[in-house]
């Protein structure tokens, strides 16, 4: 059996605002084994990217904060760690892809600055070997004419250009964990097919373990060995991508697979989840996705339901065997 690469552990991550305070991640608790792909998926704002950013160690403070919890990375607890402790390890050892490349690089700085920073700062590489090893990493991720981008600013790049630069700085000292933050999302579907290509590519070189964050299924399907579903901060559903995809449990699940068209029929309507993710601060008590539920009982108002174990398929509902 693998070994586990990451394992999170009742992982707490709250924002203290002006409204209240926002439990953005609650008592989220999963293993990501060595050379597996996880799959995170969720509506907007379900806690799947602040996730993210707290493992990463990014989760900007103030406001937020990681209040309790573990994350081991390797056997070693990240929440222990000092900034510079963290900062050797963050990416070198673990790199994230970000959502948004025209915000995540710097407009000002051409490509080749920013990659070279990398090999400076972690690899101590003088200048003239850290641009020939930039240069290289443009070409692994099929990057035309790399010689010549290298020298070339974000906004002369088309976005599948920029989502790629994004993946090549991720890459540049082989990681061993990588997140990726809906790397396709503001893609046009051709260009998302090939980035997704691409990180299943990269993953099978550098023999990494990744975490795909999306809202798409269907992205889903393409590439995670595993898939956690999230609601409200809350890991509501686990279970392998064929186990989730072809027997759903939690109504969550259901109706997110539900919404997805069938292309083999006439859809004169799109199905659709009632109603709306609640308003954190002021959670409402019982299972937190009650209200927007069909099968909700008494019961479901009274009580937070546990986390019950199908043999591997982790489901959070109080009437699993109704649903």
Known sequence: MSEDLLKVKNLKTYFYTENGIIPAVENLSFNLKKGETLGIVG????????????IMGLVPNPPGK????SIEFKGKD???LNEKEFNAIRGKQMAMIFQEPMTSLNPVLTIGRQLTEVFETHEKMNKKDALEKSIEMLKKVKIPYAEKRIHEYPHQLSGG????VMIAMALC????????DEPTTALDVTIQAQILDLIKEVKDQFNMSVIFITHDLGVVWEVATNVMVMYAGEMVEYASRKELFTNPLHPYTKGLINALPDIDKE????K???GMVPDLTNKPKGCIFRER?????SNCELNAPPVQDFNGHLIRCCNVKMV
Do not use: A, F, N
């Not at 539920?293 to 009982?297: E, L, N, V």
């Open 43 to 54: 509506e907007s704002g379900c806690g799947k990217s602040i996730t993210s950013l707290s």
């Open 66 to 69: 990681v209040i309790s919890g």
């Open 78 to 80: 990240l929440l222990k």
């Open 161 to 164: 250009m920029r989502q790629r």
């Open 173 to 180: 000292l082989s990681p061993e964990l990588l997140i990726c």
């Open 267 to 270: 859809v004169s309507e799109l």
């Open 272 to 274: 659709v989840i009632r």
């Open 293 to 297: 539920c069909d099968y909700q009982t």
